[in-house]
């Protein structure tokens, strides 16, 4: 986790939403990190969770990552998540709960859903403290 707060980190810097992700191979081999780029990239998909995936794949020449896990310092939004089924996460650590945008505890629950077709084991509050605190920061700077 403490890679995706460094990512999340210099998501902020760039203006972007703190959020930073890291996939793990199982060998643990840090496969990709990556922090948000929605602004950089002005596309509303490039999340960290789905930067981190696609260089992970990219990485592994292959669609899915079985047996990876995916360390977040926010709870995936329902797009996310159903793009962490899809890619076959095997786990998924996140640190802050998103009561407002939240895809995985937070409202729709995709990967809990019965449409769900692969569903990660799922880890909530790594790291927890830290994650919430950095995106206060962030946006009270931002309302200032």
Known sequence: MEQALAQARLAATRGEVPVGAVIVAPDGLVLAAEGNRT???LDPSSHAE???IRAACQKLGQPVLPGCDLYVT???CP???MIISAARIRRLYYGA???KSGGVEQGP???SHPQAHHKP???AGIAEAQCAAMLREFFA???G
């Open 39 to 41: 602004r950089e990239m």
């Open 50 to 52: 789905v930067l981190a």
């Open 74 to 76: 926010l709870e995936p």
């Open 79 to 81: 797009a996310c998540a």
């Open 97 to 99: 709960s998103d009561p």
């Open 109 to 111: 629950r995709v990967l």
């Open 121 to 123: 084991e799922i880890y």
């Open 141 to 143: 700077q931002r309302r």
